[in-house]
Structures are given as structure tokens and as C-alpha cells.
């Protein structure tokens, strides 16, 4: 698993397709409610899991976002 997580890379075109609860927005709404200090006191590891997945998400949706507007840009 551990490998897996340092492989990720957020940025660039992904050609793969995705069925809905493995898209990003879904994903995002699922882990918003929880709180990172309230994870942290149930297990500290599961805290550090719970920052590395919002902080992927949230490099992932800008990426996303700044390649939209660059192709918006070059039209």
C-alpha cells in the first residue's frame, strides 16, 4: 500500500475511465465531514492516511483546473 501511495501522481491527463464513486467530487464528499485532529485521536495513522488523501484530492482538482483554462486559453 505504501508503494502504491508514493507511485501516485496527481498531475497530468488520465485516459482511464471511472465509474461514479471513484470520481474525485464523490470522493470528496465522503471524507469532508471527517476532521483530522478527531482522526488523529482515534489513530494516528488513519489521521496521516486522511491528510495524504485530501491533499492528493485537492492537488489532483487544481490540476484539473489549471489545464482546463491553459486549453480554454490556447483556443
Same mark, same amino acid.
Given at each position: 500500500?505504501?508503494?502504491?501511495?508514493?507511485? +501516485?501522481?496527481?498531475?497530468?491527463?488520465?485516459?482511464?475511465?471511472?465509474?461514479?464513486?471513484e470520481k474525485l @467530487?464523490? $470522493? !470528496?464528499?465522503? %471524507?469532508?465531514? +471527517?476532521?483530522?485532529?478527531?482522526?488523529?485521536?482515534?489513530?494516528?495513522?488513519?489521521?496521516?492516511?486522511? @491528510?495524504? $488523501? !485530501?491533499?492528493? %484530492?485537492?492537488?489532483?482538482?487544481?490540476?484539473?483546473?489549471?489545464?482546463?483554462?491553459?486549453?480554454?486559453r490556447l483556443r
Amino acid at each position: 500500500m505504501f508503494v502504491r501511495l508514493g507511485d +501516485y501522481w496527481p498531475i497530468g491527463l488520465k485516459d482511464d475511465t471511472y465509474r461514479e464513486y471513484e470520481k474525485l @467530487r464523490f $470522493i !470528496k464528499t465522503n %471524507i469532508d465531514h +471527517y476532521v483530522e485532529e478527531q482522526v488523529d485521536e482515534y489513530s494516528a495513522a488513519l489521521g496521516k492516511l486522511l @491528510r495524504w $488523501i !485530501k491533499f492528493a %484530492i485537492t492537488a489532483r482538482i487544481e490540476d484539473v483546473k489549471n489545464r482546463r483554462a491553459i486549453k480554454k486559453r490556447l483556443r
